[in-house]
């Protein structure tokens, strides 16, 4: 299994408070992905990286922001959480760029906003 | 804009009564596809990649297959414990390489 943590694993907060999810991998790939899945959308991605302090939008990115400051380390803030945003967010990563870039998951964290 | 359709959504069978998932698919440029089971509760776990029409790849009762319009996941004599959500996503040849998912079929075998 590819070394992929997010913590925490199961979150329950109110609207309007800052919640951060981490992702941690001990696999040094260069990419790394924040995706969110919900019933009747599937996965959509939330923001990406190519590297450390390289980050980039994915199409569902608004009210998420996104660091990296070290290749294993990925961030997800919500400034403001709102209900909406109550969903199961997977971390994954993979070496894009190569023939072999598949993208391995996360265990997921599950955030619920009150 | 790469578009990705699995069929059926839901699917069930009997332990031991073969079937096929569908996941068609248009790209420009097809890089890869990729096949994803995912259990309740867990990530998807990945399976298998194809990267040209005609290839094929074997795990266990698994078998994927594709062509340049869509992919193939045969679920030979399959056991309970082959239930599961299976993703399909494509990556595109030109540009980033984000790849794009299905919405998956939910597998339920029964005993």
């Known amino acids: 299994d590819a070394g992929i943590t997010q913590s925490p694993r199961h979150k329950v907060t109110e609207t309007g408070t800052p919640v951060t999810l981490r992702c941690h991998q001990t696999e040094n790939h260069r990419y790394m992905y924040w995706y969110r899945q919900d019933p009747g959308h599937g996965l959509r991605l939330i923001h990406y990286s190519y590297g450390v302090k390289d980050t980039d939008k994915g199409e569902v990115s608004d009210g998420y922001s996104v660091s990296r400051s070290k290749t294993e380390d990925f961030l997800l803030t919500l400034e403001s959480a709102t209900s909406s945003q109550t969903s199961v967010y997977f971390c994954?990563?993979?070496?894009?760029?190569?023939?072999?870039?598949?993208?391995?998951f996360g265990p997921g964290t599950r955030l619920t906003v009150l | 804009e790469d578009q990705v359709t699995q069929s059926p959504e839901a699917l069930r069978l009997q332990e031991g009564e073969s079937s096929s998932l569908n996941c068609s698919y248009t790209?420009?440029?097809?890089?890869?596809l990729f096949w994803y089971r995912q259990d309740p509760g867990k990530g998807p776990e990945f399976l298998f990649t194809?990267?040209?029409a005609g290839e094929e790849k074997e795990k266990e009762r698994l078998k994927a297959t594709l062509t340049k319009k869509e992919s193939f996941l045969h679920i030979t004599a399959p056991k309970p414990e082959d239930s599961a959500t299976y993703l399909c996503a494509v990556q595109a040849e030109r540009g980033s390489y984000i790849p794009t998912f299905g919405r998956g079929t939910s597998l339920i075998v029964h005993p």
């Open positions: 194809l990267y040209s």
């Open positions: 994954a990563i993979s070496e894009a760029g190569l023939r072999e870039d598949t993208q391995y």
């Open positions: 790209v420009s440029g097809l890089r890869g």
